[in-house]
């Protein structure tokens, strides 16, 4: 790959001719185009940036039958739940336990980072001093066990304005409008934050048997009873991720959080919670000036 | 269909079914159709263009094979420039429908890809939109002398008029892209690591700028000032998941002032559900 001395050493050959023309790119609809042109940001280009990851679950599939080894060796959290029942049988398991897929999320953290920095650097050599409108997505590629982070969004630059303090641009989620709304409020957007959680839950007897409605003689207790497993691997999943971002965060604020959660059935009770905690990190650069009284309206739809 | 045909201009292109011309003739005399919402309708009308009628253009296209070699992440660049000519010819034609009744521009144009039963390695490519026409007879086709293209809904086309741009064209770059297989000695070698795999990023990064670059030459040579909405979409078609293309779109736009005319924003609250 050769790329002229002056820019980023990481990026593509094609991305470095795509800047070099005139012609600005934005990946902003309309409305948020508008509103950007109307505080004062000018959109330079599309910018993005990728990183493919090799991606397993080492024995974690339904295939594998469970609590496989793992090469890089659980760190973090984990909890063993215990058999109630005090007997050993074949068909019987009489221990669980919830732990921390630390692999994979250092594996979806790389990839996330990497993809960003990428979408930075990108940013960087087109001269932007921001980023609006970033969207993140992650997707397996052609079935190979590998998965695939983007990061795309549109470069903008202040006009008039001075470029970012450390040199790097800026980076939120939001675009139009909304940021429009989170400036007038008095905030700053410094950057997006991500974090994930993955806790592995590798089902006791008790959870089994609740999670597969089977009649047993195992069977504890009435049929609307909670599951008590599985609730503590949700629970931490969340509470990691929100401690996480938290300490990402420095004295800045997280906006527009959110939080989404999947449960991914691996078998026989055993499951995997991974959680991804999103938002943007803004800092106050002015005391709060009251809003115009909000008008009332009716749309004619 | 002979009467009708003598009433058309001369310069019009040749390539039109018999049923266009004859629909699009009876569009000349005053009756309009749209795919426009009653709200896009009026919005339009607000900025001074009136819409004069819906247009297409098809082109029924044989993509064909390309061989691919099984561990090698390439373009394919006859799968690409087949990709890039059917809707390049489905655009043109509906670029002459709009000729044909004078229009100016055609908004909300809809690109779409069908395959039929009937048509191994064949697919139709259709574009659609409704073609506008400036009240006040002022041109506004683009540097090319033809009619802007644009698949921006009325919202839109009003919101960017009030910012001062105005549609040049819709433009597109595409790059059909085959991702190399595993071997089994890479499989084996990384397995049990969960690392970035340098080769694949790098194949759909080429891969995606490439199609983007192309697309903003595309609006180099419509002499655009900017492209919004830009869209990246990636389907592998018939190809199988290892063959992907890589569809770059957006609205080429030109800014004619400085002003923009947009009222400042104010807070509202919504009464609806």
Known sequence: MTVPAESSGDLPEAAVRRFAEGAFTSGLTVPDFAACLQMGLEPVGFTQGYCVMQWQWYGMSPMGGGFGYQWGGVRGYSETFNCPHGFVSQEHRSWGQNYEQSWLEDAWTSGFTTAYDRMLDEAEAAGAHGIVGVVDTSAPLADMGVVEFRVQGTAVRVIDGPPPLDGRPWSTYLAGQRLAKLVEAGFAPVSIAATVASVGVWANCVTQYQTEGSASMYRTGNPGEEIIQTVKAQTVARRLATERIRSQLGPDSLHGASLSTTRRELGEGDSAVECILRGNRVRRFKDFDPMPAPRPTVRLL | ?273
């Open chain 2, 1 to 273: 269909m002979s009467d009708t045909s003598d009433e058309l201009p001369e310069e019009l292109p040749q390539d039109l079914p018999e049923g266009a011309s004859k629909r699009l003739a009876e569009l000349e005399h005053g009756l309009f159709t749209s795919d426009l919402s009653v709200n896009e309708f009026l919005l339009i009308k607000e900025v001074g263009f009136h819409p004069v009628g819906f247009v297409m253009g098809s082109s029924i296209y044989h993509t064909g094979i390309q061989t691919r070699k099984w561990g090698q992440s390439q373009e394919l660049t006859k799968l690409t420039e087949a990709m890039y000519n059917a809707r390049e010819l489905a655009m043109t034609r509906m670029e002459e429908e709009a000729l044909e009744l004078g229009a100016d521009g055609v908004v909300g144009v809809r690109l779409d890809v069908n395959y039929y039963e009937w048509g191994k390695d064949a697919a139709e490519f259709i574009a659609v939109g409704t073609a506008v026409k400036a009240e006040n007879g002022v041109s506004h086709r683009n540097k090319l002398g033809k009619p802007f293209t644009s698949d921006l809904s009325g919202q839109d086309f009003w919101t960017l008029m009030q910012t001062g741009h105005i549609p040049q064209g819709l433009v597109m770059g595409t790059c059909v892209y085959h991702i190399a297989h595993r071997g089994l000695g890479a499989t084996l070698g990384s397995a049990g690591q969960n690392v970035e795999l340098p080769n694949f990023t790098q194949a759909l990064y080429e891969a995606r700028e490439l199609a983007m670059t192309r697309m903003q030459d595309e609006a180099t040579e419509l002499g655009a000032s900017g492209i919004v909405g830009v869209r990246l979409e990636e389907k592998s078609h018939q190809w199988g998941s290892h063959t992907i293309e890589f569809l770059s779109l957006g609205t080429a736009v030109v800014k004619t002032s400085d002003d923009v005319t947009l009222p400042k924003p104010t807070t509202i609250i919504s009464l609806d559900n």
